[in-house]
């Protein structure tokens, strides 16, 4: 193995291991002097996935995180140096963490957190101005056959568990609204101008935004989304979805 | 190519590099975007770490982009790898060809360390062995990423906590040798140079006489935390964590009585206190900026 490859080895490994070769000026046992870069590699990495995840890191506690964390730094340190990528599956990781599996809702609420910080940093795009959709609605032949766009920061999440709920508990120091943990949410998260926002929609919403989200024009959207609720109102949907900014565009549908 | 020709280009990217002001600065935390937007501190110029703004949009382009255009900027990467055994990530320059396309810093700056090794980044300025087959590494990196800019960088002294048993050079000599080499600049850091002086039981006057300074192009100031090692001496460690240490201002004092007034970074990544705090702190250099300013 080269020299930096012994060396990264044993920064990512547990305490025992030094590598070989090192010195100190003063002959001071170079495993102590090398413990603090181990100490920096490893504390600034579960650092990092605790900035990423500061709910995780609530729910379970800042030790349980930490020590969580670190066999996850040590498994799978990143592989690129932008650390806001760092973590992408952390979610995985933890759904397979059998010291977590009192928490089943853990892996979601890491889902949330991960599609939060993917929306704060994605691409910036102007709003739809209103008066453009109204207008697109005085001219119901072609209504249906509008696609209309997302905010790239737009991201959803199915959960079997009410990680919107439980997520927007963890946001202040104010007493819990009672909500069952064990209602399924879904969620929308994405960036209204500079703040990112975490919204619960039904079930019909969720399938149209996801159905546009695939291109889909408009009225095969709503007609899936009338599909998965009976109840869903489009109106009330496009009212929500301007209202946080989540449309950039509309346009003809192209037929592929 | 003969040697005169590359004599030739390097002279030419130099001549058309921007520097920094001879002021004092602050490294720029998200944490305080909007009380800069709204104090709109008289300083000379902030520094951003390069790799946080290698995102596609959202705040930190916005806010980077309103400060830098009433400041001058820096451009501190942490994560090339400059060391590194294996080749530099064509991605990483590429990403950093934009950013700089996009802000026009003052000044790009890097580390004399190693950070990522196959496909595994490490996210810590590593230390390296001072031998010869380093440096060439060192220099080739180097000339790679200055003519992928096409402007020179500044290159950062480390803080080291251990050595290696086959060094055969100096760190300041090898410091030395890359400078010339390369033609790039020194981002001399003062707390850098006083916690490995500390460590390595190094006199910090002679290796601030054995430096290159006539390249300096910044100057870093920051805190350090306090450790022992397993003889119980002083292991100071470069945590970003703490106001400049008094030893380290002095250090400073000295080098600017060397070269005169010169851009210098108060820098604070950990407990990182309001901005306020840092601005008393850029004061201070400012003071001493002046007061070498002024000396005949």
């Known amino acids: 193995m080269s020299n930096h490859a012994c060396f990264a080895q044993a920064l990512l490994s547990d305490e025992s291991i030094c590598p070989a070769g090192l010195c100190s000026s003063n002959g001071a046992d170079p495993a102590s002097r090398f413990a603090v870069y181990r100490n920096n590699v490893q504390g600034s990495l579960i650092n990092a996935l605790a900035e990423a995840y500061p709910v995780v890191a609530q729910l379970v506690g800042q030790t349980f995180f930490n020590a969580m964390a670190r066999l996850y730094v040590q498994d799978f340190p990143p592989h690129s140096p932008l650390l806001n990528d760092y973590g992408q599956d952390l979610a995985d990781f933890i759904q397979g963490f059998a010291p977590a599996a009192a928490l089943p809702y853990l892996a979601d609420m890491a889902r949330l957190e991960r599609l939060r910080v993917e929306a704060y940093h994605a691409a910036d795009a102007e709003p739809l101005p209103p008066a453009r959709l109204l207008a697109a609605m005085n001219q119901p032949d072609r209504l249906g056959q509008l696609c209309l766009r997302l905010h790239p920061s737009l991201r959803t999440l199915h959960s079997a568990f009410a990680v919107v709920s439980l997520w927007a508990a963890h946001q202040s120091d104010a007493a819990w609204p009672a909500f069952d943990l064990h209602q399924g949410q879904h969620a929308l998260v994405l960036r209204n101008a500079l703040d990112v926002e975490v919204i619960a929609v039904d079930l019909g919403a969720m399938t149209f935004i996801d159905a546009l989200r695939n291109h889909w024009p408009l009225e095969v959207a709503a007609a899936y989304a009338l599909d998965a609720q009976a109840s869903f109102d489009l109106g009330q949907c496009l009212g929500l979805l301007l209202a946080h900014g989540a449309l950039i565009d509309l346009q003809p549908h192209q037929k592929a | 190519m003969n040697s005169a020709l590359i004599h030739n280009t390097r002279h030419d990217i130099q001549a058309c590099a921007p520097s920094l002001p001879p002021r004092a600065g602050l490294g720029l935390k998200s944490e305080h975007f909007k009380d800069v937007l709204e104090q709109r501190p008289d300083i000379g110029f902030f520094e951003v770490h390069a790799e946080n703004y290698m995102v596609a949009g959202g705040p930190f382009h916005h806010y980077l982009g309103l400060i830098r255009a009433d400041y001058s900027l820096s451009l501190h990467g942490v994560g090339l790898s400059i060391g590194g055994e294996g080749p530099l990530d064509s991605e990483h320059l590429r990403r950093l060809a934009v950013l700089i396309e996009r802000y026009q810093p003052q000044s790009f700056s890097e580390h004399l360390a190693w950070s990522s090794h196959g496909p595994v980044f490490l996210n810590d300025l590593l230390p390296l062995a001072y031998d010869v087959p380093t440096l060439q590494r060192v220099c080739d990196h180097i000339d790679q990423l200055q003519n992928h800019l096409g402007r020179t960088m500044l290159l950062e002294n480390p803080a080291t906590y251990l050595q290696f048993q086959r060094s055969t050079l100096d760190e300041t000599d090898f410091i030395r040798e890359v400078i010339q ?21 190094r006199d910090p006057q002679a290796y601030l006489q054995a ?47 060397r070269i005169g007034p010169m851009a210098t970074l108060i820098e604070r990544d950990n407990q990182v206190p309001s901005l306020t705090t840092l601005l008393g702190e850029a004061a201070q250099a400012q003071a001493l900026l002046h007061q070498a300013q002024v000396q005949p």
């Open chain 2, 211 to 257: 430096l290159p300074l006539h390249a300096v192009g910044e100057i870093h100031l920051a805190g350090f935390a306090e450790d022992q090692d397993s003889l119980g001496d002083r292991l100071l460690i470069d945590d970003h964590g703490a106001p400049v240490d008094r030893e380290v201002w002095a250090l400073y004092q000295q080098v600017l009585e």
């Open chain 2, 181 to 201: 080499r390369s033609g790039c600049g020194l981002l001399l850091d003062v707390n850098n140079l006083y916690v490995s002086c500390i460590n390595h039981q």
